[in-house]
């Protein structure tokens, strides 16, 4: 059990409050529940009623003879396969609405972002001369939704790899066909007395992550856009301190933009305004948690309330009137949490239900009437607030996100010279020694935001420019880590490069399906000339901290697939097998180009990053790295700026101040 729970101390001051009125969270069961040390390295199968077969001591196979490799490699490609559907599924459903609002089922939704629909319909092989935007939507749809189940030999986004990525795939076999297909194939594949060679199955599990990144998440990315508009940077706050003591504080859970753009829309309402005055609130207030938190902010900047192990203490702040949530990473605990106090928890998806919660099914084809009863919902609940049970802690960070591969194409060189040049010319002459991504959840059995602000703080401070998704980019938004200011504690080339683009050193690129833009922002800077050709090439790193989901297995997967070693930060979950853990790192070296690590020390996991980063320098033959070569000038430090001790104090402001 870690000594301390959190380091955001909003966290700190509700888990008093909780232990005070004897709520009972995710992190008090992280103490009664001990992880089981059967399962937890993979040395468990289940997946036949002869079992299930724990190998461990002198147990060498199980009952059907299945060994230590074959059964962790089992699990590790169904972790996979879990992970792809629930991206792709995400993905699906984003389609379906594009197809909706395009065949006139969807009023409320549309095009908003048409330069985005022809680049899409580009890579998709439509044809868009001359034709209506509506038509190309609906093309679009449809052939999206033809790389689910399709009967092709690659999916469509295979092209948008570098070529020789592609070829790497192809010569492997590992090209996925579509994405549903690959996530079926595991799926019997690793049923009882089928493929049974540890090797070939984990050559299909890297099948399937990538047909969920170059697949489902891309593809989730691309219509989210389309739909919602391309994101562009916007400021924002972060943490608890945006919610709000006298309007009714509506929270957003989940993880798709199609309902809470509605609610955004619908809370700004003049009639819902009017109502929420009339029931003795000064407004309506939003704010998101997870994903669907970074979908919203991304496009809308709406604040973020918090990340994964914050869901139940927002209840126990007593000033949230109702949690939306759709799909994913919602806790059942949110029900037993709220029975104490006025918070509805309303479910909306076809797919979740959770017993004891509220439910108003979504439906697209009424969307905004279905967002108008959400929100009055939790106005109505607004007088059933008893004051004397609030207490929001005062805590809030201003943050910049909306990085989008669009928008960083631009930001380096306007509308008619989009390009990636100057980011790649700054990293082969070492004022940027490389860049890594840093994604990843939360998970109780370690230290909340810790493992996850400590690596990105590192990273940056030395010269490692930093792109973050999901609840990493949360993290780093509640502690200031997202700010311009925080070019005070990146090395001096890296905030260099930084103060001349105008970006912050570490940028938001959203939620965790879109993970898939850091896959093409890679699939540029591999293309783009002077850094190899492949992205496993490149001086780059893949880092999931706390992470807790199936889904950050087939992220991990994929990225690892695509060319980038990845340090998934925490214990090992398929080390029972050493064989196993031989093939995901070395193995997969020789196979993709990229190791996957499981390494619970976050320290050590920097420093190997750093190294590898080194390394691929070298290999490249670009300048040595060298902390002190470049703007050592203190003028390269604007006066504006904070001074480093004020900054690092200030790191979590309090609310105004
Ligand atoms: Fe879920 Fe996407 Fe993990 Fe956060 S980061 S806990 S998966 S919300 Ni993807
Ligand atoms: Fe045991 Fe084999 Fe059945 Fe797994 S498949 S539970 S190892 S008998």
């Known amino acids: ?29 992280a103490e009664t529940t001990k992880a089981c040390p059967i399962g937890s390295v993979s040395a468990c199968c289940k997946n036949c009623s002869m079992g299930p077969c724990r190998l461990t001591g002198k147990t060498e196979v199980g009952l059907c003879g299945a060994t230590k490799a074959t059964i962790a490699a089992r699990n590790l490609a169904r972790d996979i396969a879990s992970g792809a559907a629930a991206h792709s599924d995400h993905g699906r459903d984003m389609a379906l609405t594009l197809l909706a609002a395009c065949e006139g089922h969807a009023p409320d939704y549309g095009i908003k972002d048409e330069r985005k629909l022809k680049a899409v319909a580009a890579y998709l092989g439509i044809p868009t001369e001359g034709r209506d935007k509506v038509e190309i939507g ?29 070829e790497v795939w192809r010569n492997l076999g590992i090209a996925p066909r579509g994405v549903d297909r690959e ?96 029931k003795g609130a000064a407004g309506i207030n939003l704010a998101g948690m997870c994903c669907t938190a970074n979908e919203i902010l991304m496009r809308q900047g709406v604040p973020v309330l918090g990340n994964y192990l ?42 979740a239900h959770i017993t004891g919660a509220s439910r108003i099914q979504f439906d697209e084809h009424r969307a905004m009437e279905i967002a108008k009863e959400i929100v009055k919902l939790a106005i109505d609940n607004f007088p059933n607030r008893s004051k004397n049970k609030v207490q929001i802690p005062n805590y809030v960070n201003h943050l910049v996100a909306g990085f989008s591969h669009e928008y960083l194409n631009y930001m380096q060189g306007g509308i008619y010279r989009e390009s990636f040049r100057p980011l790649n010319d700054n990293i082969m002459n070492g004022r940027i020694r490389g860049a890594a991504g840093v994604v990843g959840c939360n998970n109780a059995r370690v230290t909340h935001d810790d493992a996850q602000t400590y690596i990105v703080k590192e990273l940056i401070k030395n010269d490692v420019l930093v792109v973050t998704t999901g609840c990493n980019a949360i993290a780093c938004a509640k502690l200031g880590l997202l700010t311009p200011e925080v070019m005070n504690i990146a090395g001096p080339g890296l905030r260099e490069v930084c103060q001349t683009i105008g970006i912050p050193p570490v940028l938001h690129m959203g939620s965790c399906v879109d993970n898939s833009r850091i896959l093409t922002v890679l699939a540029q800077c591999a293309t783009e000339g002077g850094l190899g050709e492949d992205i496993s090439d490149l001086p780059v790193a893949g880092f999931a901290p706390e992470w807790m989901s199936e889904k950050a297995i087939s992220i991990g997967t994929y990225v690892v697939a695509s060319g980038v070693t990845t340090w998934m930060v925490g214990h090992h979950p398929y080390s029972n097998s050493p064989e196993v853990v031989d093939m995901i790192t070395e193995g997969w070296k020789k196979k993709v180009g990229a190791a996957y690590y499981f390494e619970p020390d976050p320290e050590k996991a920097v420093l190997e990053a750093l190294a590898h980063i080194d390394a691929k320098r070298a290999a490249l033959k670009l300048e040595e790295y060298n902390p002190t070569r470049y703007a050592q000038s203190e003028t390269y430090l604007p006066a504006d700026y904070t001074s480093h001790e004020n900054f690092a104090k200030g790191l979590y402001s309090r609310a105004g101040v």
């Open 1 to 29: 059990m870690p000594e301390k729970k959190s380091v955001d101390p909003a966290i700190t001051e509700l888990l008093d409050k909780a232990m005070a009125e004897g709520i009972n969270t995710v992190f008090d069961r």
């Open 138 to 166: 609906r093309d679009v749809a449809l052939a999206t939704l033809s790389n689910f189940s399709s009967t092709k030999a690659e999916v469509d986004s295979v092209k948008r790899a570098p070529p020789k990525r592609q």
């Open 183 to 278: 996530i079926v194939e595991v799926l019997h594949r690793t049923h009882a007395g089928n493929d049974q060679d540890a090797e070939h199955i984990l050559d299909h599990g890297l099948r399937c992550a990538l047909g969920d990144g170059w697949g489902g998440s891309m593809l989730a990315t691309d219509i989210s856009d389309i739909l919602f508009g391309t994101p562009g940077p916007v400021a924002a706050r972060s943490n608890f301190g945006v919610l709000s003591e006298t309007e009714v504080n509506i929270v957003i859970h989940g993880h798709e933009p199609t309902l809470s753009e509605l609610i955004v829309a619908a809370a700004g309402e003049p009639d819902m305004i009017e109502y929420a005055k009339s």
């Open 310 to 351: 914050s869901q139940e203490l927002a209840i126990v702040t007593g000033a949230v009137e109702a949690i939306v949530v759709d799909i994913q990473c919602i806790m059942q605990g949110l029900v037993a949490a709220a029975k104490p106090y006025h918070t509805k928890i309303v479910t909306t998806s076809p797919k």
